[in-house]
């Protein structure tokens, strides 16, 4: 799933891989947005230790989890996890994006997405798919995976629930051969 905002100006942040010691602003963040955004379909925050062992989870698979980071600050973070499980869909991932609530509208949204797609090419991957809730909170989110090359791919209709209303998912991909 997916929680940045449109394109703006960009943000002077490092993208590098999510270190253990990132996690607690990761779980901050994404616990924020399990309260009161659209965007995650968890209604209820993971724990810390849980948000260790997803991070622990995708790294030890290879596969990138990475944040943007002002100093210390973990301003917003990107991972890359499996689409499906089965060995016919290993060239395939997922991707999720989350930008502290405080730094959306900086740009860091693309640079997150932008630095996630290259290290899922230089991992030879061959497609990536997004997940997006449909609902007027996450355009910004569909025009950003837009942007750096995602299409439209279908619509799956009020197959979930959260906040007390069904809602739709958008299907996003992009090829990761293409240049």
Known sequence: MECSSALEKPAAATIVEARTSHIPAIHAIYAHYVRTAICTMEEMPPSLEEMHRRHDALRREG?????AADGHEVLGYAYAGR??????YSGTVETSIYVHPQHQGRGLGPQ??????????ELGLRQT?????????TTGSIRLHEHLGFRKAGVF???GQKFGRSVDT?????DLRQP
């Open 63 to 67: 596969l990138p989890w990475l944040v």
């Open 170 to 174: 958008v299907l996003m991909q992009c």
């Open 112 to 121: 997150l997405l932008a630095a996630l797609m290259a290290a899922c090419r």
């Open 157 to 159: 209709e009020q197959v």
């Open 83 to 88: 689409y499906r499980n089965r060995v016919g």
């Open 129 to 137: 798919v997004a997940v997006i809730v449909r609902d007027e909170e």
